[in-house]
């Protein structure tokens, strides 16, 4: 190949790789900016290691959730689904039972969601950032994997 080639063909790698790496950086960046990190962990006996998270009104959470298990992600994955004040995790968790297209979230019942984590599986991590809302009240959160609810796999944001 000859050099003046293998230029071109290196510059066009690295505008094909930029916007990757670009958005990598500002999604690190926005995270970093004002928010608060809460790392959660999420393991095999289906429970998360932190259940309740006091925040401020307005704040910016960035939630960082990391899957300790080490069983096989289409038996065990976990996510962090923050849900409207009064909304009924047992019915929510349900409707989405076989929505696995959907992490199972049932688009029925998406309007309830106020963010969320894509599915972890064993040693990945996933994050959200969520600005709190003004209300105070007690914002549910909860991991919408088959029986994990049931299990015990949700906890409170109280915003006070
Ligand atoms: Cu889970």
């Known amino acids: ?3 003046s080639t293998m230029i071109s063909f290196l510059s066009a790698l690295l505008l094909l790789c930029a916007p990757a790496y670009a ?3 500002s999604k690190a960046a926005g995270a970093a900016k004002g928010a608060r990190t809460v790392n959660i962990t999420g ?4 429970k998360y290691s932190l259940t309740t998270i006091p925040a401020h009104p307005g704040e910016t959470l960035h939630i960082v959730l990391k ?10 994955a976990h996510n962090v689904v923050v849900l409207k004040p ?19 979230i049932a688009p029925s019942v998406k309007t309830q969601v106020l963010a969320s984590t894509p599915l972890a599986g064993a040693g990945e991590t996933v994050e959200l950032t969520f600005k709190v809302p ?7 959160f909860l991991c919408t994997f088959p029986g994990h609810f049931a299990s015990g796999m949700h906890g409170t944001i109280v915003v006070k």
């Open 43 to 46: 393991n095999d006996s289906m």
């Open 67 to 76: 899957n300790v298990g080490s069983m096989p992600k289409i038996a065990m």
């Open 23 to 25: 958005s990598g950086q």
């Open 134 to 140: 003004a209300k105070r009240a007690t914002y549910p």
């Open 86 to 104: 009064g909304t009924d995790g047992a019915k929510f968790t349900s409707a989405g039972m076989t929505a696995r297209d959907t992490e199972y």
């Open 1 to 3: 190949m000859k050099l």
